[in-house]
T-cell receptor, first 109, second 116 residues
């Protein structure tokens, strides 16, 4: 099976940088994704890594180390609207996705 | 593009009743996923289809749950009989890539189910 670990809560101030870590255990690892979910809303896709290294998309970046079974989401220039839950999700070769429990990010003024 | 469409958006029913949730994926997407989200259990994958074929239903909690995808533009998730512990938000998501392709799932708005 698969298991993922990410912090349950993170707090930061506007304009700061925050990193949300994700470690995983899985067989047939294919890639790691990140999703954002605001209260009452649906998850929305942020980023995907299949290979080691950093992927940058605007203020958000995601990193993967396959050898360490580890990844992180980096959010820069934090804004109040970034307050949300962030999920890492592992995809296997069979196409199955497993989501972590989510990290609640609170951005304070 | 209308995105993934789910209906109903809200459903309140009584224990023992049959519940049918519906999903229309984004046109051209060939993978479809059903998830359930609760505070206690987080976001759980129930079942997913590729090219209308169920690939993995190991997340379906029990025989009371069933899912079908009769064609590329429609899927249903049925609970019969429903129980209070089935109360959750049910999301449908679709993806434009095949089983081992890139990972971008587009989620629908969800169906908020309350079983009394």
């Amino acid at each position: 099976g698969q298991s993922l670990e990410q912090p349950s809560e993170v707090t930061a101030v506007e304009g700061a940088i925050v990193q949300i870590n994700c470690t995983y255990q899985t067989s047939g690892f294919y890639g790691l994704s990140w999703y954002q979910q605001h209260d009452g809303g649906a998850p929305t896709f942020l980023s995907y890594n299949a290979l080691d290294g950093l992927e940058e998309t605007g203020r958000f970046s995601s990193f993967l180390s396959r050898s360490d079974s580890y990844g992180y989401l980096l959010l820069q220039e934090l804004q109040m609207k970034d307050s949300a839950s962030y999920f890492c999700a592992v995809k296997t070769n069979a196409g199955k996705s497993t989501f972590g429990d989510g990290t609640t990010l609170t951005v304070k003024p | 593009d209308a995105g993934v469409i789910q209906s109903p958006r809200h459903e309140v029913t009584e224990m023992g009743q049959e519940v049918t949730l519906r999903c229309k994926p984004i046109s051209g997407h060939n993978s479809l996923f059903w998830y359930r989200q609760t505070m206690m259990r987080g976001l759980e994958l129930l079942i997913y289809f590729n090219n209308n074929v169920p690939i993995d239903d190991s997340g379906m909690p029990e025989d009371r749950f069933s899912a079908k995808m009769p064609n590329a533009s429609f899927s249903t998730l049925k609970i019969q009989p429903s129980e209070p512990r089935d109360s959750a938000v049910y999301f449908c998501a679709s993806s434009p890539r095949g089983l081992a392709g890139g990972e971008t799932q587009y989620f629908g708005p969800g169906t908020r189910l309350l079983v009394l």
